[in-house]
């Protein structure tokens, strides 16, 4: 079973700023089947990014994934209000994982 | 637009059976190539992949929990159904079903539901 490790734990940052999340795989990730998810309290994940780099439907651009076998990032170009949440990245091989999620909060 | 919704008991009793179900609406469960997930969050935590059924009714579980569990499909209600045997205090969390596409990414999630083990 691949693990994900997410890093930082926390993010403090300011409306406006640049937000850099990783996430690690103890395995290569087979076809960069890597997703990004967002969840804010009380609602369900929802999903951003998958195949580690195309935009879900609706998702603004300000939102981007990059990365290939192990190494992955989100990258928030400009936080805006409504960015502040916890993020999850998640891979599918021969099972399905998340990782431990990243809390982007408001410094 | 693909709409999920779980229902099910919200609370459950130690050593027994936690039973739910998923509806779908806007789309056929039978359509493919999609596959139909569970997934649970306990309190303040992480998500936690249960499994999933494909349309064909081929499933795949967490090893985690592949002793406890099964999945089923009834495609006449679109609908689909976890069941997890032999719960205790450590099952209690939200569940959730979603869509999974083909890329492996869950892009539709029902609103979640509760579910307590306690006696």
């Known amino acids: 079973e691949i693990v994900l490790t997410q890093s930082p734990g926390t993010l403090s940052l300011s409306p406006g700023d640049r937000a850099t999340l990783s996430c690690r795989a103890s395995?290569?990730?087979?076809?960069?089947?890597l997703a990004w998810y967002q969840q804010k309290p009380g609602q369900a994940p929802r999903l951003l990014i998958y195949?580690?780099?195309s935009r879900a439907t609706g998702i603004p651009d300000r939102f981007s994934g990059s990365g290939s076998g192990t190494d992955f990032t989100l990258t928030i170009s400009r936080l805006e209000p409504e960015d502040f949440a916890v993020y999850y990245c998640?891979?599918?091989?021969?099972?399905?994982?998340f990782g431990g999620g990243t809390k982007v909060e408001i410094k | 637009q693909v709409q999920l919704q779980e229902s099910g008991p919200g609370l459950v009793k130690p050593s027994q059976t936690l039973s739910l179900t998923c509806t779908v609406s806007g789309g056929s469960i039978s359509s493919g190539p999609y596959y139909w997930s569970w997934i649970r969050q306990p309190a303040g935590k992480g998500l936690e992949w249960i499994g999933r059924?494909?349309?064909?009714?081929?499933?795949s579980y967490s090893p985690s929990l592949k002793s406890r569990v099964s999945i089923s499909l009834d495609t006449s209600k679109n609908q689909f159904s976890l069941q997890l045997s032999s719960v205790t205090a450590a099952d209690t969390a939200v569940y959730y079903c979603a869509r999974r596409g083909g890329r492996g990414e869950l892009d539709y999630w029902g609103q979640g539901t509760l579910v307590t083990v306690s006696s």
């Open positions: 195949g580690a780099s």
């Open positions: 395995q290569s990730v087979a076809g960069s089947y």
């Open positions: 059924i494909y349309t064909s009714g081929g499933t």
């Open positions: 998640q891979q599918y091989g021969s099972s399905l994982t």
